[in-house]
């Protein structure tokens, strides 16, 4: 009966490893399922990066602040984590560093969306 209960328990653990959260939520913004912070602010990406590379420079990362990850947060899936320009870790998808926008005051904002003709709203697939 104990070697049971143990499988069944290592069974479980390895069911919610599987399914850990992710660093982001998705929300419907107008039309659109867009990845969000967990306070509900709209994440972006920059199309001047490279796949797991951040070129948002101090200036740059003024106006668009890296979505951070935490001490001890772990990549996983399409999730990894990168470098931003000033030394922190940051939120990547699928190889793209992820951003908020300065400009964006309340959750639901989107008004970064197309700023320059290079940042856009991360979409969720």
Same mark, same amino acid.
Not at 3 to 18: K, M
Not at 70 to 77: C, F, L, N, V
Not at 116 to 125: M, Q, R, S
């Given at each position: 009966? %104990?070697?049971?209960?143990?499988?069944?328990?290592?069974?479980?653990?390895?069911?919610?490893?599987?399914?850990?959260?992710?660093?982001? &939520?998705?929300? $419907?913004?107008? #039309?659109?399922?867009? +990845?969000?912070?967990? =306070?509900?602010?709209?994440? +972006?990406?920059? #199309?001047?990066?490279?796949?797991? %590379?951040? =070129?948002? !420079?101090?200036?740059?990362?003024?106006?668009?602040?890296?979505? &951070?990850?935490?001490?001890?947060?772990?990549?996983? /899936?399409?999730?990894?984590? *990168?470098?931003?320009?000033?030394?922190?870790?940051?939120?990547? +998808? %699928?190889? &793209?560093?992820?951003?908020?926008?300065? !400009?964006? %005051?309340?959750?639901? #904002? $989107?008004?970064? !969306? /197309?700023?320059?003709? *290079?940042?856009?709203?991360?979409?969720? #697939?």
């Amino acid at each position: 009966m %104990k070697v049971a209960i143990t499988t069944f328990a290592a069974v479980l653990i390895g069911i919610s490893s599987a399914y850990a959260a992710e660093p982001a &939520k998705v929300q $419907t913004i107008g #039309d659109a399922k867009v +990845y969000t912070d967990q =306070n509900g602010m709209a994440l +972006y990406t920059f #199309d001047k990066d490279e796949a797991g %590379k951040s =070129n948002c !420079d101090a200036a740059c990362l003024e106006k668009w602040p890296a979505f &951070k990850a935490e001490e001890g947060a772990t990549a996983e /899936g399409d999730w990894s984590i *990168v470098d931003a320009t000033d030394g922190t870790k940051m939120w990547a +998808y %699928k190889g &793209k560093p992820l951003y908020t926008w300065v !400009d964006d %005051k309340q959750p639901g #904002d $989107t008004t970064g !969306d /197309g700023v320059g003709g *290079v940042w856009h709203l991360a979409t969720a #697939d």
